[in-house]
Protein backbone atom coordinates (compact mmCIF):
# COMPACT_ATOMS: atom_id res chain seq x y z
CA UNK A 1 0.00 0.00 0.00
CA UNK A 2 1.72 3.43 -0.94
CA UNK A 3 -0.17 6.53 0.33
CA UNK A 4 0.56 10.15 -1.15
CA UNK A 5 -0.56 13.10 0.64
CA UNK A 6 -1.03 16.55 -0.71
CA UNK A 7 -3.06 19.88 -0.21
CA UNK A 8 -1.00 21.27 2.41
CA UNK A 9 0.28 24.96 2.06
CA UNK A 10 0.21 28.09 4.12
CA UNK A 11 -3.41 29.66 5.14
CA UNK A 12 -4.12 32.84 7.72
CA UNK A 13 -6.02 32.03 10.67
CA UNK A 14 -9.93 31.32 9.52
CA UNK A 15 -9.28 29.80 6.36
CA UNK A 16 -9.80 26.53 4.92
CA UNK A 17 -7.51 23.99 3.40
CA UNK A 18 -8.38 20.16 1.85
CA UNK A 19 -6.05 17.71 2.14
CA UNK A 20 -6.03 14.50 0.04
CA UNK A 21 -4.22 11.19 -0.07
CA UNK A 22 -4.17 8.99 -2.75
CA UNK A 23 -3.42 5.08 -2.01
CA UNK A 24 -2.38 2.16 -4.29
CA UNK A 25 -3.71 -1.19 -3.75
CA UNK A 26 -6.63 -3.52 -4.87
CA UNK A 27 -8.11 -3.81 -1.55
CA UNK A 28 -9.00 -0.05 -0.53
CA UNK A 29 -12.16 0.06 0.19
CA UNK A 30 -11.33 -2.22 3.11
CA UNK A 31 -9.02 -0.03 4.84
CA UNK A 32 -9.78 2.20 7.59
CA UNK A 33 -7.83 5.63 7.08
CA UNK A 34 -6.76 8.10 9.49
CA UNK A 35 -5.53 11.49 9.43
CA UNK A 36 -2.66 12.48 12.41
CA UNK A 37 -0.41 15.13 12.43
CA UNK A 38 2.70 15.93 14.11
CA UNK A 39 3.83 19.44 14.98
CA UNK A 40 7.38 20.51 15.86
CA UNK A 41 8.59 19.28 19.27
CA UNK A 42 5.61 17.42 20.13
CA UNK A 43 4.16 13.86 19.35
CA UNK A 44 2.02 12.11 16.22
CA UNK A 45 -1.71 13.04 17.42
CA UNK A 46 -4.69 11.81 16.38
CA UNK A 47 -6.74 14.07 13.55
CA UNK A 48 -10.00 11.99 12.29
CA UNK A 49 -10.31 8.68 10.75
CA UNK A 50 -13.31 7.19 8.62
CA UNK A 51 -14.23 3.68 8.20
CA UNK A 52 -13.84 1.27 5.27
CA UNK A 53 -16.88 1.90 3.96
CA UNK A 54 -17.22 5.49 4.92
CA UNK A 55 -20.32 4.88 7.31
CA UNK A 56 -18.44 6.13 10.49
CA UNK A 57 -16.21 9.10 11.13
CA UNK A 58 -13.89 9.41 14.20
CA UNK A 59 -12.66 13.39 15.52
CA UNK A 60 -10.40 14.45 17.82
CA UNK A 61 -11.77 17.26 20.21
CA UNK A 62 -9.62 19.87 18.70
CA UNK A 63 -10.99 19.98 15.37
CA UNK A 64 -14.82 18.28 15.97
CA UNK A 65 -16.78 20.49 14.19
CA UNK A 66 -14.35 22.31 11.51
CA UNK A 67 -12.74 19.27 9.74
CA UNK A 68 -14.40 16.86 8.01
CA UNK A 69 -13.24 13.44 6.71
CA UNK A 70 -14.48 11.45 3.66
CA UNK A 71 -13.54 9.42 0.84
CA UNK A 72 -14.09 8.13 -2.04
CA UNK A 73 -13.52 4.41 -2.62
CA UNK A 74 -13.83 3.89 -6.56
CA UNK A 75 -10.98 6.92 -6.99
CA UNK A 76 -9.16 5.03 -3.80
CA UNK A 77 -9.07 8.89 -1.83
CA UNK A 78 -9.18 9.82 1.31
CA UNK A 79 -9.77 14.23 2.29
CA UNK A 80 -9.50 16.04 5.37
CA UNK A 81 -11.91 19.52 4.47
CA UNK A 82 -10.44 21.92 7.25
CA UNK A 83 -12.34 24.89 8.38
CA UNK A 84 -11.80 28.05 10.63
CA UNK A 85 -7.77 26.95 10.82
CA UNK A 86 -6.44 28.32 13.80
CA UNK A 87 -1.87 28.55 14.27
CA UNK A 88 -2.18 25.50 17.00
CA UNK A 89 -3.12 23.57 13.50
CA UNK A 90 0.30 23.78 12.43
CA UNK A 91 1.82 21.09 11.91
CA UNK A 92 2.75 18.10 9.19
CA UNK A 93 -0.31 16.10 8.47
CA UNK A 94 0.06 12.02 7.61
CA UNK A 95 -2.28 9.87 5.99
CA UNK A 96 -2.35 6.29 7.03
CA UNK A 97 -3.96 2.93 6.49
CA UNK A 98 -5.41 0.42 9.04
CA UNK A 99 -5.39 -2.80 6.85
CA UNK A 100 -7.11 -4.77 9.42
CA UNK A 101 -10.64 -5.67 8.33
CA UNK A 102 -13.06 -3.99 10.90
CA UNK A 103 -15.94 -2.06 10.73
CA UNK A 104 -14.68 0.95 12.50
CA UNK A 105 -11.40 3.27 12.22
CA UNK A 106 -8.69 3.44 15.20
CA UNK A 107 -7.42 6.42 16.53
CA UNK A 108 -4.26 4.87 18.13
CA UNK A 109 -1.25 5.21 15.45
CA UNK A 110 -0.02 2.26 16.62
CA UNK A 111 -3.01 0.62 14.89
CA UNK A 112 -2.00 2.19 11.21
CA UNK A 113 0.69 -0.03 9.30
CA UNK A 114 1.04 2.19 6.34
CA UNK A 115 1.82 5.76 6.17
CA UNK A 116 1.86 8.39 3.52
CA UNK A 117 5.02 11.45 3.39
CA UNK A 118 3.14 13.93 5.28
CA UNK A 119 2.35 17.62 3.80
CA UNK A 120 3.01 20.69 5.59
CA UNK A 121 -0.26 22.80 7.40
CA UNK A 122 1.22 26.24 8.23
CA UNK A 123 -1.80 28.79 9.55
CA UNK A 124 -0.36 32.38 10.53
CA UNK A 125 -1.84 34.15 12.77
Known amino acids: VQLQASGGGLVQAGGSLRLSCAASGRTFSSYGMGWFRQAPGKEREFVAAISRSGGSTYYADSVKGRFTISRDNAKKMVYLQMNSLKPEDTAVYYC???????????????????WGQGTQVTVSS
Open 96 to 114: AADIRYRDYAPSTSYEYAY
